[in-house]
């Protein structure tokens, strides 16, 4: 739900592959003991934000769906992978922690940049900062030994899927998971 009543807070994504997700997941529980974050990011809401949206009017969103539609029916399904960690925020008490993705970039970027013109279009404003693509597993260090100093020598699984599809979702705060899909587009396949 949004601020105001017949709104929904939306943005558009892509979903991290199934297996690169459990597994992500699961490397991810096994550490909590470890790096105390106030959140750990729920497994089905693992994802790459391409848009976001912010609070948008519900009539509004057939509209957006099918401009989403138009993109996705002129771009092409690629590959991804989970690359290296890295951290937003103060480096002794991190914001976000969270993947780069690695793989097929230039399809990623073409993709993010083609759905930012599309919904600048339609009125919604992209981002200030440059776009830094992103998996986010945990927010909000709460740890007492600052993060730098905790042992940061494990790696994770070089696990790839491949980018069917972009996805609308709506943000469902106080819920678990906290993302719904709205709605799917295909992308080409090769």
């Known amino acids: ?41 729920h497994p089905q809401d693992l994802h790459i934000t391409i848009q976001f949206l912010g609070d948008v009017w519900e009539e509004e969103i057939e509209t957006i769906k099918h401009a989403l539609y138009q993109v996705a029916k002129q771009n092409h399904s690629f590959a991804l992978q989970l690359g290296s960690l ?21 399809s990623l970027d073409h993709l993010q940049s083609e759905i930012g013109h599309t919904c600048t ?8 900062r440059p776009y830094r693509p992103h998996i986010t597993i945990a927010r909000k260090y709460k740890g007492e030994i600052p993060f ?26 106080g819920s678990h998971p906290t993302y719904e899909n709205l709605a799917t587009f295909p992308l080409l396949t090769k």
């Open 1 to 41: 739900m949004g601020t105001q009543l017949g709104q929904e807070r939306i943005f558009v994504a892509l979903r991290v592959g199934q297996e690169a997700s459990e597994s992500l997941s699961h490397w991810s529980a096994s550490i909590r003991e470890t790096y105390h974050f106030r959140k750990w990011t």
């Open 86 to 106: 890295d951290t937003f925020g103060l480096i002794e008490a991190p914001k976000v922690w969270w993947v780069q993705p690695e793989g097929d970039l230039q």
């Open 121 to 128: 279009a339609l009125g919604y404003s992209p981002e200030d």
């Open 148 to 173: 730098p100093e905790l042992e940061h020598s494990f790696e994770l699984p070089s696990l790839s899927w491949q980018v069917t599809e972009i996805v609308l979702c709506k943000i469902r705060v």
